[in-house]
């Protein structure tokens, strides 16, 4: 999939964090809209201003812009941002 097709409203939630793990304990979960989170056991940060953020850092993005299974990610040696894409986009 190529990020130039995805809009703002394609996106459920974000992550922006260290490197060296996903659960939450080295970033946060950011959620577009109220109910966007898939599990209920999830803290649910609703943000749009943060989403808005992070998916403006991958229209600016080059080669280090990685897709699979309807997730965008960007991971440096310093930050990982993950972008999860709405269901069925």
């Given at each position: 999939m190529n990020f130039r097709d995805v809009k703002l409203d394609d996106v459920s939630h974000v992550y922006s964090g260290r490197p060296g793990c996903g659960c939450g304990c080295k970033g946060k979960y950011f959620y577009a809209y109220p109910g966007?989170?898939?599990?209920?056991?999830?803290?649910?940060?609703?943000?749009?201003?943060?989403?808005k953020r992070v998916f403006n850092k991958f229209q600016k993005a080059g080669k280090e812009l990685k897709y699979q299974d309807g997730i965008f990610s960007i991971e440096t040696d310093k930050r990982y941002y993950w972008l999860y894409l709405k269901e069925g986009k």
């Amino acid at each position: 999939m190529n990020f130039r097709d995805v809009k703002l409203d394609d996106v459920s939630h974000v992550y922006s964090g260290r490197p060296g793990c996903g659960c939450g304990c080295k970033g946060k979960y950011f959620y577009a809209y109220p109910g966007a989170a898939a599990d209920s056991s999830d803290v649910e940060v609703t943000n749009p201003k943060m989403v808005k953020r992070v998916f403006n850092k991958f229209q600016k993005a080059g080669k280090e812009l990685k897709y699979q299974d309807g997730i965008f990610s960007i991971e440096t040696d310093k930050r990982y941002y993950w972008l999860y894409l709405k269901e069925g986009k």
